[in-house]
């Protein structure tokens, strides 16, 4: 039995902590294409892998893009499609590398929000900036000791 409940998170997973994202080329696209469909509102999902290489894909609608106070500088992922797809990870034998989410006009790096709200300690954070919407910046984060470091990440 590996996983268990944290509050406000599904699943803790007791495999070790991700120190290196390697994201294949293709993989990439379709996760800056999910980005940019939810563009001006942030986007969202997880990437799932082992060894620290990414294999799938999960795209997850955001709750807050939709509402009738649309934010734009917050997620909250859906929580039917966000269980099916640690269900799925769980059933395929995947682990849980990294979650992404898009900052549509700020820099990629994690805000206060992001910080408070961070109930996966064990995967990598990947924001991706849309600052510049034909540049996306894609940086990976890791929490450790408390805080949150850069994550090596690789595009292959
Ligand atoms: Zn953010």
Not at 22 to 36: C, M, S
Not at 53 to 82: C, D, F, R, W
Request: proline share 6%.
């Amino acid at each position: 039995m590996c996983c268990k409940r944290l509050p406000g998170s599904l699943f803790f997973c007791g495999a070790l902590t991700v120190t290196m994202i390697n994201l294949p080329q293709a993989i990439y696209e379709q996760l800056l294409a999910h980005l940019q469909d939810c563009y001006p509102a942030e986007g969202c999902g997880f990437l799932a892998g082992s060894n620290g290489l990414v294999s799938h894909h999960y795209p997850i609608a955001n709750l807050l893009a939709a509402n009738l106070l649309a934010s734009i500088t917050a997620y909250q992922m859906e929580p039917a499609a966000q269980l099916e797809a640690l269900l799925d990870m769980e059933a395929h034998g995947r682990q849980l590398l990294a979650i992404y989410h898009s900052h549509p006009h700020s820099p990629a790096e994690p805000s206060a929000r992001d910080r408070q709200q961070w109930y996966y300690p064990e995967a990598a954070m990947i924001i991706v900036s849309l600052a510049e919407r034909q540049r996306p910046l894609i940086r990976a984060y890791r929490y450790q000791a408390g805080r949150f470091t850069h994550c090596s990440l690789a595009i292959v």
